[in-house]
């Protein structure tokens, strides 16, 4: 009863205390609940994507124990089936065409056989180039190869003979990897080179051309995704489970290649980012949050205890005051609650993709951890005073002046341990290549590698603890003596004050660097995401713009020369792609003119270790015969600076491969339009010269304004006859996710809901503490103006208190951020594609950042001061 | 004397003090001269405290009117010339006992040298100069209104207005305390108005004044 009429007495005298500290929850609340909802967006975006680019779910081997006919019966029975096709592979000696220039053979290939709705029923495995999209169709590097064309006849020879085959088409095989695996060893354990030599043929053509030869029969399968559980590690596990439960139903009678599995597990990883995301920049966004709460609590904490002392002196137990606490703490958790989750909503649906939910778990748990939250925050003031044995002791704790004392974690030089372990935590984690997301062989499900985190982890705490060291140091020897004053100053006795306030202005400058070291933190690392997200668009297209010549073209350098007229168009880069074995493995080379490459595309530092672009490119240039190499072909064929490598080149008169000797000048990580793992760069007069062909595979074009420039040169080509493609950096199928497999929405959706969320937090943290400050010295202020001080002097008093607390937070917050960013970007390395050299820093953002905390501090100070020192007639009688 | 010290000090005319709808003063009419001393007394909640900020200043009146013929006529200015000593210890809880005794000479424009010396003096004439470097919250509250009463000393206002000073005080403390304040003021030539409830100690001033639900009369009541 008695609980029930003090929360009555509450919400009737104090609806705005209540408000201001339900609100304060109400953001925890929002922010926890926000922050759910992007994990399980981005989980389910991951499995959704994972899904999405796998062209066959499985592929299934019918082994020599099985029948096709056996094994196909038990797949038409799995849940969720929704194709399946027969798909023949067998193994042929070679091809061979007949044309003007005389008889062409290739190596060793694949003959298929693929029903003629094969590529409806899975159109991610085909891609149509030329001729019929049925029929007898050839891959398109085998029809370069074999100079054939649709319509040509080649032949098959296997070891009964040599079969006529007329080619319908040319395609290309976009997932050529998967579909020619090897089925039935561990995923990465039997990776093989996809074959260079394919021809695609119908059922009847395949049993006529393939009579004496070992036929692999597999059954190609699609499942309906919609019942897939959202999360790609679970997800994972339902389709692995499905595939083994299958492999035991046909006991030994086939063995399944799990594409979607594989896929779903790889998905599983980029969640992991995802997860430490959440922790690295989450988690302090809740302790963030506690501290605002436990400010605004603070703000009413002394009179709270005089109240509860009083109850106390009237007969109150402990019980009865355990009772109000939390009857107090469970109405400003529901109005909390009530507020937070309409929030949550709004932040979602501002910040995250349309349609992601507010997942129900993530709602509960925001919900019970702000109801600990009021409860703590609404506990501890009281705590000491509520467990007091008797009137005295009661007395004494509301009688008890703020203690002076340097905080123990300060005493104990917590702050300096916590700062030593976190570099030494980032050592090792530098030592380890910033391996934070783990993959290790043999075992199905990814790791993360936790103590990773330890860097930032003990860094948060460290530089809160270090602000307050250096803030208290700071204050504590003010003296006045160098602040400008005039008639009627006093620095000497402001300083004095703000010696004795310097716990309170360290305690609002810790929550201010931590609310400004998140924004500044998210800042950077966001925008150090997009910038490389930039580069990496710009690595995927080329250029600006890039005109891809189709397979088989044969277009000179000197087409450049009337790509340069197309209005919009800066400067053209010829580009030569070939292909190139080192030793048995093929790898893609990149033909380029040394002098001129940097004209049209962005090359990074970072791209060539141990050099720069413009060092490497004068060497380049200087060593005709010059390779660039990656790490892994380096490593692999223990190759050094200045070995003679051979490697085998496609002569573009013959089309056969021969050795071309070549000398290695150094690494490269990345390259314009090559691919992620390893390729080869040199010159392309010197590639075009040893191979006898100087056909350009892209033409890279600088231009300021890449989506009208496209556009023009589409037009411009059509016009011409050409069946060159044109991308630019500006269209939708440029856009490419990160390493990491996060896409930039998912990054700009958690940034903005950090930002958004660090921002009023920044401002709470400043404003509380300094409206905190001014309640609290409301009795000095209305004193100095009893003493005549006037509006002028009271308010020096204020703002030498608010400059001092908002330029350690400010400067805290900005070592804070520097710091933070600068370990999320190196700790979360794995989440860069390329990996940057530096941080970004978005500086209009953060003076924004800095103006808006000034000027609502200088609001608060000059406003809520003034309103403070206005003197009625109970404040004067209180006097 | 010049013309300006043969002057009223205050000259409150009908001043009537209302908080809400309760009349807490009504026709009041009170004239204090330099060199005067003035004991107001009277019941708890008389309105002796109302008609002290409405004399001082701080408090404007609900009718009537408070002049001060004899201070500043600039607000600011005239602040510094009223010296206001409350009933409970006012002192800034972050400034030491001699910081707190400096605050309003400095606010005025002294110097800090002399603001310190005059401080000194003022806290040693009520017996306080050991107090000097201690904050208020390691004051009694007897301590903390010495410091108080020592900050209208050191200030040499033309009125001091002291709301029953002593009440923290034990008796002989009080007395020596009033005897300082009223010579400290004596010695400048300035207005002293002191309420109290000790009629003993309103003994010690030349005039006395009652003040009975809101009316102010001459002398003292039975």
């Known amino acids: ?879 | 004397m010049n013309d300006s010290d043969e002057r009223p000090l205050v000259q409150a005319t009908s001043v009537g003090v209302s908080y809400g709808q309760t009349d807490i003063l009504h026709g009041v009419a009170l004239t204090v001269c330099p060199g005067a001393h003035v004991a107001v007394m009277g019941r708890s909640g008389s309105g002796k405290t109302t008609l002290l900020l409405t004399l001082a200043g701080l408090l404007a009146p609900s009718s009537g009117t408070v002049t001060w013929p004899g201070l500043s006529p600039d607000v600011r200015r005239r602040r510094g010339e009223i010296g206001m000593i409350f009933q409970a210890p006012s002192l800034m809880p972050e400034l030491t006992a001699l910081q707190n005794t400096t605050l309003p000479l400095r606010l005025r424009g002294v110097g800090v040298e002399e603001a310190r010396d005059s401080s000194l003096v003022a806290l040693a004439a009520i017996g306080a100069a050991d107090l000097a470097d201690a904050l208020p919250a390691q004051l009694s509250g007897g301590q903390q209104q010495r410091v108080a009463i020592a900050r209208a000393l050191a200030g040499r206002h033309r009125l001091v207005l002291a709301d029953e000073p002593t009440g923290a005080l034990d008796r002989a403390r009080a007395r020596q305390v009033a005897l300082a304040l009223r010579d400290a003021v004596a010695a400048t030539g300035g207005g002293l108005v002191l309420a109290t409830h000790d009629p003993a100690l309103a003994e010690m001033f030349d005039e006395h004044l009652t003040v009975l639900d809101g009316d102010l009369t001459l002398g003292r009541t039975a």
């Not at chain 1, 692999?216 to 309906?224: A, E, I, K, S, T």
């Not at chain 1, 073209?553 to 070939?578: C, I």
């Open chain 1, 1 to 879: 009863m008695r609980t029930l009429h003090w929360l009555t007495g509450l919400t009737r005298r104090r609806p705005l205390e209540l408000l201001v500290a339900a609100v304060s929850i109400a953001l925890a609340i929002a922010f926890v609940a926000s922050l759910g909802a992007f994990l399980h967006q981005s989980r389910a975006a991951l499995t959704v994507r994972a899904t999405a680019s796998v062209p066959v779910d499985w592929q299934v081997q019918v082994t020599a124990q099985g029948s096709p006919a056996a094994v196909a019966g038990t797949v038409g029975r799995l849940r969720d089936l929704w194709a399946m096709e027969q798909v023949s592979y067998a193994h042929v000696s070679s091809f061979a065409s007949h044309g003007a220039g005389g008889t062409r053979q290739t190596g060793s290939g694949y003959v298929v056989g693929i029903s003629p709705s094969y590529a409806a029923t899975f159109p991610g495995e085909l891609r149509h180039l030329l001729g019929a999209t049925s029929g007898s169709m050839l891959f398109q590097q085998t029809a370069a190869n074999l100079a054939a064309a649709p319509g040509d006849r080649i032949s098959v020879r296997t070891p009964s003979g040599a079969h006529p085959v007329t080619v319908d088409g040319v395609v290309d095989l976009p997932a050529e990897d998967s579909f020619f695996q090897v089925v039935g060893l561990a995923p990465g354990a039997g990776a093989s080179a996809p074959p260079d030599n394919v021809l695609l043929v119908a059922p009847a053509v395949f049993a006529a051309v393939t009579r004496g030869t070992t036929v692999v029969h597999q059954l190609h399968v699609g499942f309906r995704h919609a019942t897939l559980p959202t999360d790609p590690h679970t997800a994972a596990l339902a389709i692995q489970g499905r595939a083994n439960h299958f492999q035991a139903a046909v006991a030994g009678g086939a063995l399944v290649g799990d594409n979607l599995g594989t896929a779903l597990t790889a998905a599983g990883e980029d969640a992991r980012y995802a997860e430490l995301l959440f922790l690295l920049l989450g988690l302090p966004g809740l302790a963030l949050a506690s501290v605002v709460a436990a400010l605004v609590v603070a703000l009413r904490s002394d009179r709270r205890r005089r109240e509860v002392a009083l109850l106390r002196l009237r007969g109150a137990s402990v019980a009865d005051i355990v009772r109000i606490v939390a009857g107090e703490a469970a109405l400003i958790a529901a109005l909390g609650t009530a507020l937070g989750l309409p929030l949550a909503l709004l932040a979602i649906r501002l910040a995250l993709p349309a349609s992601t939910p507010l997942p129900w778990g993530w709602a509960l748990a925001a919900t019970a951890g702000g109801t600990v939250l009021a409860l703590v925050t609404q506990a501890e003031p009281v705590a000491r005073l509520a467990c007091a044995r008797d009137e005295s002791s009661v007395a004494a704790e509301a009688a008890r002046a703020p203690r002076k004392r340097t905080p123990w974690p300060l005493r104990a030089g917590l702050d300096i341990i916590l700062l030593a372990g976190a570099a030494i935590a980032f050592t090792l984690t530098a030592r380890s290549g910033y391996q934070v997301v783990l993959a290790p062989e043999g075992i199905a499900q990814t790791q993360v590698n936790y103590a990773a985190l330890a860097g930032p982890a003990l860094a948060w705490p460290g530089l809160a603890l270090l602000v307050w060291r250096i803030t208290d140091a700071v204050v504590g020897r003010r003296t006045g003596r160098w602040s400008r004053g005039g008639p009627g100053t006093a620095p000497e006795l402001e300083a004095a004050a703000l010696r004795q306030r310097r716990r309170l202005i360290a305690r609002g400058a810790v929550g201010l660097s931590v609310a400004l070291g998140l924004a500044v933190s998210t800042a950077v690392f966001t925008s150090t995401y997009r910038a490389q997200s930039r580069v990496d668009v710009a690595l995927t297209v080329g250029s600006d713009v890039a005109v891809v010549e189709p397979p088989g073209a044969t277009v000179g350098p000197d087409a450049a020369r009337a790509l340069t007229r197309v209005p919009g168009v800066r400067s053209v880069e010829p580009l030569q792609h070939r292909f190139a074995y080192v030793g048995p493995d093929l790898q893609d080379l990149y033909g380029v003119q040394p002098s001129t490459f940097g004209n049209v595309t962005a090359l990074q530092d970072a791209f060539v270790p141990g050099s720069t672009v413009a060092r490497t490119l004068a060497v380049l240039r200087s060593t005709p015969d010059g390779v660039l190499l990656s790490a892994e072909t380096l490593h692999d064929y223990q190759l050094h600076r200045g070995d003679l490598i051979r490697l085998r080149l496609q002569t573009g008169r013959d089309h056969a491969y021969r050795a071309v000797p070549f000398h290695v000048i150094g690494q490269v990580t990345e390259w314009p339009t090559a691919p992620k793992d390893s390729f080869i760069v040199g010159n392309a007069d010197y590639v075009a010269r040893t191979t006898g062909s100087n056909a350009v595979s892209t033409f890279l074009i600088s231009s300021g304004t890449p989506a009208a420039t496209a556009a023009a040169l589409r037009s411009t080509l059509r016009a011409a006859g050409s069946a060159a493609q044109v991308r630019d950096i500006s269209s939708p199928g440029a856009a490419v996710t990160s390493a990491s497999g996060l896409a930039s929405t998912d990054l700009t959706g958690l940034s903005r809901l950090i930002l958004g969320f660090s921002v009023p937090l920044a401002l709470a943290c400043s404003g509380l503490a300094l409206l905190g400050g001014i309640i609290e010295r409301r009795r000095a202020l209305v004193l100095l103006a009893a003493l005549g001080a006037t509006a002028r002097q009271r308010g020096r008093f204020l703002t030498t208190e608010a400059r001092a607390m908002v330029v350690s937070g400010m400067l805290g917050g900005a070592l804070t951020g520097t710091l933070v960013a600068y370990l999320l970007v190196k700790v979360l390395n794995g989440i860069f594609d390329p990996p940057p050299a530096s941080p970004s820093i978005p500086w209009s953002y953060l003076m924004a950042l800095v103006v808006l905390v000034g000027t609502v501090t200088a609001s608060i100070v000059a406003g809520v001061g003034r309103l403070a020192a206005r003197a009625g007639p109970s404040e004067l009688r209180d006097l």
